[in-house]
Every structure is written in structure tokens, then in C-alpha cells.
């Protein structure tokens, strides 16, 4: 590693540091959006922003945005984002990476005087996590126009609408069509993030090229049988929800486990009703997440879970609610864009990974309207939404000599054509 | 059915439904210990005990005492008992039938004016489902002299304590012990109670004798492992504290199906902290409820369900917690008060069923110091806790009718002793 990557992962390393000393609660990392840490960080990023030279603002959601405009006429923008908003007690990588590094980046490419071919718009997405208002990607939304003014009217927990937070830092609802970046003026979309996951760590790679982002089926399933005394009702006569559910939950795992290739399931919440430990369960709520990067087998796996499902419980004489609360499809990365990235992994002296994005990222709302890249940077153990969440300093200089390659492609690329 | 038998019933059932409109919220049944419907309740219970023709009272714990003094020098005591307290939304008859019916018992013999060879005192226990301060047995404890003192200090869910409760009633926590019945004065014990599970209803046969009380195991487990995001954690990296759990509960089903005869065994509540749809559950608990007739069986059952567990969690990576948090003992009916009880069914042209109760009773505290009776009363379809619970007033009469020869036949037993 070249002393120049060294010490720009270092500044950045400060950068995570200084940005996560901003939160809602001391000994945590909370930066939730529209909060007063919110507004407190994106007025550091911003100055970031401004100390690199570019065009700043705050636009009506919260994002932060800093503009380098070319100089040829007619000339696309390339956006570089992530978000800055967290997850309650996350880490302080997740987000924050990939907009520290994308500023330190632009700091290169002026260091160096060149004529760039596009613009180049740096955009800090202002919830990305969606944990006030239990809603994903506002920031990016926004930015691509696919913002929902219904969503306006949502409350948080202490009923405060998104409406109020908005104008709470001085922003106003209806403005917020007027930030979006028309479809025909990307050239396209890159983002930098933390894989979140452990194969990079297994793998001792530090970076990967993100294949898609899968889709998610989100399942919200209700087990109904007879509630009974745990005393007096025998094995033999029992219709019990929990042993029920137990029976799915295991064949899930299973049936994914058989499938571990294309495929992750999860029951994460599970609820029993009125529960005590004298009474066998009569009712069981629990949730099942299907993430998968292929459309097809995503919903082919999605049918197989539930026929596992209604096996199980009609076998039990329980019976079932099957609904599907949510559901977003796979997103393909750009095949150029690809290209471009893996030759610069390749120049870089590291092995090419490809992997799918088990989680969500701006980058799905806006592959809808732009061609979209992803590098995922190694963290440790895979763990995140965690204070132990870490990039290793080595790993944030190789990504950072892995996007310098990946920026030089594209001026490249594009200077051909002008 | 004699005629006489069924006009009984009839009453009993008037009385069932007449206490049963003595609630604390108007459309349900609830009488929890010391509230002004509880109080209610047993001055009611009181005026049927004066109408019989008994000494009444009520002791210090709030249990209606009915005494009918024996002539007999050196007579002991039977005593006639179930309880008035229910649970919230409870049924009609768990509890009120056995004192409604023992009331009843006592106006038959009454009516034959015969010299008792034994006295009889019916009571009303004030607090066997323990749902105010979880405890249970506490009118069963005072009588006994089993109650700890230091549950006075105990809190219901509004902070009052159970001192307060009892003064509220016009008692004093301090008289307490003055309310036993020394060890040396019980000639046995009699309860009738519904059945609260389904095997009369199956075998459809109105009444049982009471073989057992089970003794019962209740385990806290605590299941660790790792959390992790739903999305990004490969299948085979993954150490998900619900599918171990799911696993161990479906084993332990699974054991407690091949004891089926001797042995129940319930996960009643599982929960997970911090649960998210898309989060891998890291931490998960729940408890297990095992009850059994045989207390070695109980000790080795549950030794076996300790070893089901761990090998299920070693196998996947996972810690766990097993802390035992109750315990009670098998608690075995008299042989003599059995033997005149089954001759009672006998004459009464009914088929002699013997059940374990798998549900406590205020017999369990009686056991340790007196010989005990049980008549089951079967139940609809086993249910109980609930508003549907239901004796059919054929098996009331049914039971009134054994009740009868079984008094008889323990009156007839002490006479040729006297």
C-alpha cells in the first residue's frame, strides 16, 4: 500500500471518528433523521463538503449534497452517495464510509486539474435506514423522484409528523419534487459501503464488486390453535400454535440452508399472545424475511416456504395466516459500470469478489431511473448495527486505491466520447 | 337420575350463575383476591353457609369457613373445600362448583338428622389461582399452617400490598396463624373441582377419582447466540438463538409424546428481546413447564429434556441458560379416602376412571399435613380459564349423587369406630 493511500485512510478513519462523536446519546452512535445529532452531522459533512470545493447544500429532505459541475456542455452527472442517518446504538461505518470516502476521492481528482467529462454530485442521503418513520431510503427518493407525499403525514413515535421534522430544520415539504435529479441527466450511480456480511472477512479480501442487490419478501404469518392448560391437557390432545411454529421455523432453516447458495430466510420476531408458562399456546406470530438475488427464485423459494408451511400446520390441525407485507425485487448493477470496477480491483493487485447485497442500499431506488455500481469494503467479522461495527484502516486504503482506478476508468471512458 | 338429584343440580347451577355475576368488570368473570367483587362474592358464599344451618366465619386470609361441630367427643375435622378467587376473564365453575356442591352436600345430610361422627367444616379458599400476587395457595397455606409471613410485604401489579388487602377486608395479617387447623385435629380432606382437561369429556364419563396431583418442573431457558442482519449472514454462517430454540422445542414435544401416559411437557412462552423482522434473533428465552404423576419419572424427564437441549445447542454454537425456577412435588391421595370414594362411583353405577390431575390444587398444601380426596367433574371439551368453561348439570347431579354415597360411606366408616 502507497503511503498516499495510507494516510488519506487515515484522514478518513478521523472523519468516522469525529462524525460518530455526534448522537442522540452519549456512549452510542444515534444519529436518526431529522434529530438535532442529524442536523448537527450533516452541517459537519457539508463543511466537508465545502473545504473540497464543491457546490454545497441542504435540500428539502436533509441530504447533503456538494456539486462539481463540468464544463462540457451537455455533460451527465455521476452521483457518489451514501447515507449519514444510523440505525439506534449502530456503528460508525455504515453510511458514513462511503460519504467520507467519496469527499476525500473528489479531493484527489481536483488535486490533479483535469477537465472532468460529467459532473460529479456527492450526496449524504438523509435516512437511508428508515427507523423514525419505519420507511427506507427517504434521502434517495427524493433525489430520483420517487418520493411518496403521503409519507409526509406519517408520525414517529412521539407523533411527530415527517411534515414537522422537515420544517424543523428549516426545510419545507413542498419543495421537495424540485430536488430530484431528472432521469436523463445521470450517467450513473456509485456507492461505497461496508459489506455488513461475513464472506469478505472469511474470504481476507478487502474489497467486492456488488453483483445486485437482492429482493425481500417479507411474510407476516398468524398460527392459530387451542389454548389449554400445560396440566391437564395430554400430549395426544393438544393444538398447540408454539410447537406448530417451532416446526416451520426449523423447516425454513432447512429448506434455506439446502438453498444456501441463492437464498437466506429468517424468522427475526416472534410473539405469543397473552403467553404464560402454564398455558400452552393458542396463538403465534411470526415473520419470515426471503432475500434472494434472482426474481425467479425468489418467488418460486417464496412459494416453497409456504406450501412447508401449510403442510406443517395442517398435519397439526392449526391453522394459518399467510400475508405478504412487503416485497422489493432484485436489482441488477450495471454491466459497464461492472466492468469499469473489476478492472480496477483487477489493476489494484486484488482478487475479484462478486457478491449479492444481502441488504438494502440507496442504490435500489435509484437503479429504477440510472445504471448503478456498488464496492463493498471487508468488515470486521461481518458484524454491523453494532457498536463493534469496523473497516479496517488497510481495507479503507485499498478501497480507496480501488476507487481512484475505478474514477480514472470512467474519466477515461467518458473523455473518449467527448 | 333420581329426581331429587337433579333439582340439586338445578340449585347448584343457580348459585354457579348467581356468584358467577359477581365480577370486577361487567361481562366477564373476575374475582381476584380482595377485590370488592371478591368480597362481595364471599359474603354471599357466607349467607348460603347461614342458610345451611353452619357456624360461619370468615378468617383472616378471607377464606368462608362453615362449620358443623361433631357431638362426638375427640371428633376430628373433614374438611369440605375448593376456592371462590378465579382468574381474569375466567369461567364459572373452577372453584364455586366444589363449594357450591359441598354446601349442598352438607344441607342433604343436614336434612337426615343423623349424629356426625366426624365435624365437618366447608371452606371457601379465598386464594388458590394466585393471580393477584403470584403466589398461589394462599387461603389452603393459612389453614394448613404453611403461610410464610414474609408475603404480606408482596405487591399486586398498583404496588398495594397483601397486608393492605387483607386490613381492607377488616382482618389483620397478625391473626393469621390463629386460622389453622392443627395437624392433629384433620380426619381428611374432600375437594370436587371440574376436571379443567378433556379426558372425561373423551371417555364421556361424568366423574373421576383423583389418583395424583402431578409434581411439576418449571425451567427459565436462556438461549445465546449471535445476531446478525437477515440479508447479509450466509445460511451456514449463522448462530440463530430461535431455530435452536425451535429445535429444542420440537424435541421436547417429541419426548413428551413418547411418555405421553405419564408425562406433560409445555413451552408456554418464548421471547426475544430487541426483535426485529430483519435481524438473525440473537438471544432468545422461554420457559418449560414438565409435570408428572411419578416424581422419580418427573426427576429423570426432566434430566432427559436438560440433555435433549444442550445437544441441540452445542450442535449449533449456541450457550444456554437452564435455571429451575419452581419445583413441586407428586402429591399422592389417601388409599382409604380413595377406596371409599371409588365404592361411592361403584354404587353409583358409573365406570371408575382414576386420573393424575396435572393442574394444582389447594389439595397440595393439604397433603403434607392430612389425607386427601379428589372428585373430578368432567368439563366441555376440557376447557377451562375461559369463558366457555361449563359442567353440564347432568354431571353435577351425577356427582352430587357419588358425593352422597361417599359421605355416606366415610360416616358410615368413622360411626363403627366411635
Given at each position: ?40 452531522g450533516a452541517a459537519l459533512v457539508k463543511e466537508w ?65 483535469i477537465s472532468l467529462p460529467f459532473s460529479i454530485e ?43 421534522v422537515i420544517e424543523g430544520f428549516g426545510k419545507n ?246
Amino acid at each position: 500500500m502507497s503511503n498516499q493511500h495510507t494516510y488519506r485512510a487515515e484522514k478518513v478513519v478521523q472523519r468516522i471518528e469525529q462524525l460518530a462523536t455526534i448522537t442522540e446519546e452519549r456512549g452510542c452512535v444515534t444519529r436518526r433523521f431529522g434529530t438535532p445529532a442529524f442536523i448537527e452531522g450533516a452541517a459537519l459533512v457539508k463543511e466537508w463538503m465545502d473545504q473540497a470545493g464543491l457546490q454545497t447544500k441542504i435540500d428539502s429532505i436533509g441530504n447533503v449534497r456538494g456539486r462539481w459541475q463540468s464544463n462540457h456542455s451537455g455533460a451527465k452527472t455521476l452521483v457518489i452517495a451514501s447515507h449519514i442517518d444510523t440505525v439506534v446504538n449502530a456503528g460508525k461505518y455504515d453510511g458514513p464510509l462511503g460519504v467520507i470516502m467519496a469527499i476525500d476521492l473528489i479531493e484527489q481528482i481536483k488535486s490533479k486539474n483535469i477537465s472532468l467529462p460529467f459532473s460529479i454530485e456527492i450526496i449524504a442521503f438523509s435516512d437511508e435506514e428508515g427507523v423514525r418513520f419505519h420507511t427506507t431510503f427517504l434521502g434517495s427518493q427524493v433525489i430520483t423522484g420517487s418520493f411518496n407525499h403521503e409519507w409526509l403525514q406519517k408520525k414517529d413515535a412521539d407523533g411527530i409528523s415527517m411534515q414537522e421534522v422537515i420544517e424543523g430544520f428549516g426545510k419545507n415539504g413542498t419543495t421537495l419534487a424540485q430536488d430530484a435529479i431528472p432521469p436523463n441527466e445521470w450517467l450513473g450511480y456509485f456507492e461505497m459501503h461496508i459489506e455488513q456480511g461475513p464472506i469478505l472477512y472469511d474470504k481476507n479480501i478487502p474489497v467486492a464488486i456488488v453483483l445486485s442487490i437482492a429482493g425481500q419478501k417479507r411474510i407476516a404469518v398468524t398460527l392459530n390453535g387451542m389454548a389449554g392448560h400445560a396440566g391437564t391437557v395430554p400430549m395426544d390432545k393438544r393444538s398447540d400454535a408454539l410447537t406448530a411454529a417451532a416446526e416451520c421455523i426449523l423447516k425454513i432453516e432447512n429448506y434455506a440452508i439446502q438453498q444456501k447458495e441463492s437464498l437466506v430466510a429468517t424468522v427475526g420476531t416472534l410473539q405469543i399472545p397473552h403467553s404464560a408458562g402454564n398455558v400452552i399456546p393458542g396463538e403465534v406470530h411470526f415473520t419470515i424475511d426471503i432475500r434472494s438475488g434472482d426474481k425467479n427464485f425468489l418467488n418460486e423459494a417464496t412459494s416453497s416456504i409456504h406450501s412447508i408451511c401449510n403442510e406443517v400446520v395442517t398435519k397439526r390441525n392449526i391453522t394459518i395466516q399467510w400475508q405478504l407485507v412487503q416485497e422489493t425485487d432484485p436489482v441488477a448493477t450495471d454491466k459497464n459500470l461492472k466492468h469499469l470496477l473489476r478492472k480496477a480491483i483487477t489493476e489494484s493487485d486484488i482478487p475479484v469478489v462478486e457478491l449479492v447485497s444481502g441488504a438494502g442500499h440507496d442504490a435500489v431506488p435509484v437503479a429504477r431511473i440510472a445504471p448503478i455500481a456498488m464496492m463493498f469494503i471487508r468488515c470486521f467479522k461481518g458484524i454491523s448495527h453494532n457498536p463493534l461495527e469496523l473497516a479496517a484502516p488497510e481495507d479503507i486504503a485499498q478501497a480507496l486505491k480501488v476507487a481512484d482506478a475505478f474514477m480514472e476508468n470512467l474519466i477515461d471512458h467518458y473523455s473518449s466520447f467527448s
